[in-house]
């Protein structure tokens, strides 16, 4: 059976801020705390968190959806790439994320779905409230 995860976040920025800011490495690496390799074109390499997570843009369509393939170093090298589609829309005064996380092995299955949380939206949530308390002071 295909696992699928599905998480949506509205976070207080714009959708197309968000957008760039997972697209852009200084930013996501401001994001994360850790360092990154990504573009904003199809073929660009991804690897982050010292290479525990990699993967490859498949798709993008400026400012509203990203497609990766997608694996971490809890995938066994039986398990083909899992397939991440981020879509960003406006909502209100902020930006929604919807993820859909296609075919994560199950034994990673709980380690990714908490790691959305843990890994990327907690800490975006607490880095654009930390650029909004500077940009006030």
Do not use: C
């Amino acid at each position: 059976m295909r696992n699928v995860i599905r998480q949506t976040v509205v976070l207080p920025a714009p959708a197309d801020t968000l957008f760039d800011m997972y697209l852009d490495p200084k930013a996501h690496e401001a994001i994360t705390g850790a360092p990154v390799v990504i573009g904003d074109k199809r073929g660009v390499e991804f690897r982050a968190f010292h290479g525990a997570l990699t993967g490859t843009i498949l798709a993008v369509i400026k400012p509203r959806l990203i497609v990766q393939s997608w694996r971490s170093t809890a995938f066994t090298s039986e398990d083909p790439d899992s397939t991440l589609i981020l879509s960003f829309t406006q909502e209100g005064d902020g930006g929604r994320i919807d993820l859909v996380h296609l075919d994560v092995p199950d034994h990673d299955i709980e380690g990714v779905t908490q790691g959305w949380e843990k890994y990327y939206w907690e800490p975006w949530r607490k880095y654009l409230q930390a650029i909004k308390s500077e940009a006030v002071t």
